[in-house]
């Protein structure tokens, strides 16, 4: 009975560590998304534009240290799709979050920011009750990714 008792007392903290090394681990690296996920979220985004970028505006974000709000004042150049009913020439506002850190953030990606004057493909989704827009498909919602049909 007392080895048997030494031996699980032995066993907790190797245990213990273990797990504590695989989370830190786990939790450094980067959960990027493949490219076929961009793809779908490119496909599946409501609003698919070719806007020309007027001003672009970034708030630091107070509670968190190195995160900005972006906020762009874009143009509309074409539309492909819009469910949010957007006219060409129509001036849309478009607000997200940019991270500027030592290491990227875990998930979809952020998406860059934008500049001034310069124009992007927009894959974008219509915020509820509000004038307003956000990405819809991670860092690439300004950068149209080629179709890979294998």
């Given amino acids: 009975m007392t080895r048997n008792l030494l031996h699980q007392c032995s066993v907790w903290p190797v245990g213990a560590i273990t797990?504590?090394?695989?989370?830190a681990l786990a939790t450094a690296t980067r959960a990027d998304l493949s490219p076929r996920e961009y793809r779908r979220m490119q496909r599946e985004a409501p609003e698919v534009l070719r806007i020309e970028v007027l001003e672009v505006r970034e708030r630091p974000i107070r509670e968190?240290?190195?995160?900005?709000?972006?906020?762009?004042?874009?143009?509309?150049?074409?539309?492909e799709r819009s469910s949010a009913r957007v006219r060409d020439g129509e001036v849309i506002h478009i607000t997200y979050r940019h991270h500027r850190g030592d290491h990227p953030v875990p998930?979809?990606?952020?998406?860059?920011?934008?500049?001034?004057?310069?124009?992007?493909?927009?894959?974008?989704?219509?915020?509820?009750?509000?004038?307003?827009?956000?990405?819809?498909?991670g860092q690439y919602s300004f950068e149209r990714l080629d179709e890979d049909r294998r």
Avoid: H, Q
Avoid at 126 to 132: A, G, I, P, S, T
């Fill in 107 to 137: 998930g979809a990606g952020e998406p860059p920011v934008l500049e001034r004057g310069k124009v992007y493909p927009a894959f974008l989704t219509k915020v509820e009750r509000e004038r307003l827009f956000k990405p819809a498909a």
């Fill in 64 to 79: 968190r240290e190195r995160e900005f709000e972006v906020s762009v004042e874009a143009k509309i150049r074409r539309i």
């Fill in 19 to 23: 797990f504590a090394v695989i989370f």
